[in-house]
């Protein structure tokens, strides 16, 4: 296992970068494309998903809980909310609109997204919102943010129905990162972002095949809160 930690944008946000995450990724694979469950559980994923094994989730956590601390500035508290194989599988032509642009997880800084990329396929990519120059969205600024954002795609019409992978009107691309078989990103879930696929991406419900990642949340508590 190698760590690298980036800070990118304006907000010096960290983003912890793993390679070799997992001793045996294949395996993780083959369990994926043994689950019979999948289903749309998100409004805003663009696919699939189901369990992942909760070894699986206390191992790696267990793993890189001393990086995540010192990163993140955070005690040793680090609760898993959820940990689930995702396969991307919706056409672009059938993006709803608020899938076309850069999202986020949550507003509470204390939530840390844990990506485990499982395939080769495309990555994910970073932004900034040109107008209110945001790349992180608290709870304080929620509701000013989607006016926003609202107000601008009625004055530019809707985003065309396709994966957002790059500058946009709206939106400017403060770093992208690639998949790469058993590499992890680490990064609040607060930070704006969104799935990159490749121009010619067919989907694949197929796990051993297809877009196939791991998606843990944690959630964490400040050291100024002991």
């Known amino acids: ?130 107008s209110s120059g945001r790349e992180t969205v608290t709870a304080e600024a929620q509701s000013e943010y989607i006016r926003q954002v609202n107000a601008e795609v009625k004055t530019h019409g809707l985003p065309p129905p396709q994966y957002v992978d790059g500058d946009t009107e709206l939106f400017e691309r403060i770093a992208r990162y690639d998949a790469a078989f058993n590499r992890a990103l680490i990064y609040r879930g607060s930070m704006l972002h969104s799935v990159n696929v490749p121009p010619d991406f067919a989907p694949d419900t197929n796990p051993r095949t297809g877009r196939l990642t791991i998606n843990t949340f944690l959630t964490v508590t400040p050291k100024k809160n002991r």
């Open 1 to 130: 296992m190698q760590s690298r930690v980036d800070y990118i944008g304006n907000d010096h946000a960290p983003v912890i970068v793993i390679e070799d995450a997992w001793p045996n990724a294949h395996a993780l694979v083959e369990a994926a494309a043994q689950r019979q469950d999948y289903d749309l559980r998100s409004l805003y994923y663009p696919g699939l998903r189901s369990p992942a094994p909760q070894e699986y989730a206390r191992g790696i956590v267990a793993e890189l809980s001393s990086l995540i601390r010192s990163t993140f500035d955070v005690s040793d508290d680090l609760l898993i909310t959820d940990s689930t194989f995702s396969l991307v599988v919706t056409p672009p032509e059938k993006l709803v609109p608020f899938q076309r642009v850069p999202h986020f997880d949550s507003v509470d800084q204390n939530r840390i997204a844990l990506l485990h990329y499982l395939c080769d396929l495309g990555g994910t990519s970073f932004y900034r919102h040109r």
